[in-house]
């Protein structure tokens, strides 16, 4: 019962490099999302998927970039890391129906120095 | 403008202490209010949802409630297991928003 795997767990960036943070989940789930949490503020929305081939942009989407070639994976490229983007980011799926609990990685904390 | 405020940011309690924590929310078309529990260092964890006010959700020693404005987590006789941030989160058409969170800490 893995459900949602998130790799890295940790990683630090220096300003300007890029890195990939990898989401898989094997609950054949529709739908899949990226957020990110910093302290004190709700998770934000990064990028979210309905399905294989489909993305869109959720409420922060700045400085990152999905794709989604599979049903299970859906990884978050991030381009010439900036310290803005220092926080804690988690990956989550659900089955995009009327009841629509979302399942959640364990996260990776990200740092840009 | 849809928003989600949950307060206290934080409480302690003495074992066995009861109290509420409150989500109150402003979202056109909502279609579910949803609780979620997250330990440190790891990702929330589902614990309830609720769809028309009125309805209440119970596990263990947690009742959920709603009305038309706010939802409450109730906790009843806590224990220190109980310590983690409690998240509220609304569901509306192209929307999931979340609060910022109740950091709860139970005392032994």
């Known amino acids: 019962n893995a459900g949602v795997t998130q790799t890295p767990k940790f990683r630090i960036l220096k300003i300007g490099q890029s890195m990939t943070l990898q989401c898989a989940q094997d609950?054949?789930?529709?739908?899949m999302y990226w957020y990110r949490q910093d302290p004190g503020m709700g998770l934000k929305l990064i990028y979210y998927s309905v399905g294989a081939g489909i993305t869109d942009k959720g409420e922060v989407p700045n400085g990152y970039n999905v794709s989604r070639s599979t049903t299970e994976d859906f990884p978050l490229r991030l381009e010439l890391a900036a310290p803005s983007q220092t926080s804690v980011y988690f990956c989550?799926?659900?089955?995009?129906?009327?009841?629509?609990?979302?399942?959640f990685g364990s996260g990776t904390q990200l740092s840009v120095l | 403008e849809d928003q989600v405020t949950q307060s206290p940011e934080a409480l302690r309690l003495q074992e066995g202490e009861s109290s509420s924590l409150n989500c109150s929310y402003t979202?056109?078309?909502?279609?579910?209010l949803f609780w979620y529990r997250q330990d440190p260092g790891k990702g929330p964890e589902f614990l309830f949802t609720?769809?028309?006010a009125g309805e209440e959700k119970e596990k263990e020693r947690l009742k959920a409630t709603l009305t038309k404005k706010e939802s409450f987590l109730h906790i009843t006789a806590p224990k220190p297991e109980d310590s983690a941030t409690y998240l509220c989160?609304?569901?509306?058409?192209?929307?999931?928003?979340f609060g910022t969170g109740t950091r709860l800490k139970v005392l032994a």
């Open positions: 989160a609304v569901q509306a058409p192209n929307k999931y928003i």
């Open positions: 609950m054949n789930h529709n739908y």
């Open positions: 989550a799926s659900s089955t995009g129906g009327s009841n629509e609990k979302l399942f």
């Open positions: 979202v056109s078309g909502l279609r579910g």
């Open positions: 609720l769809y028309s």
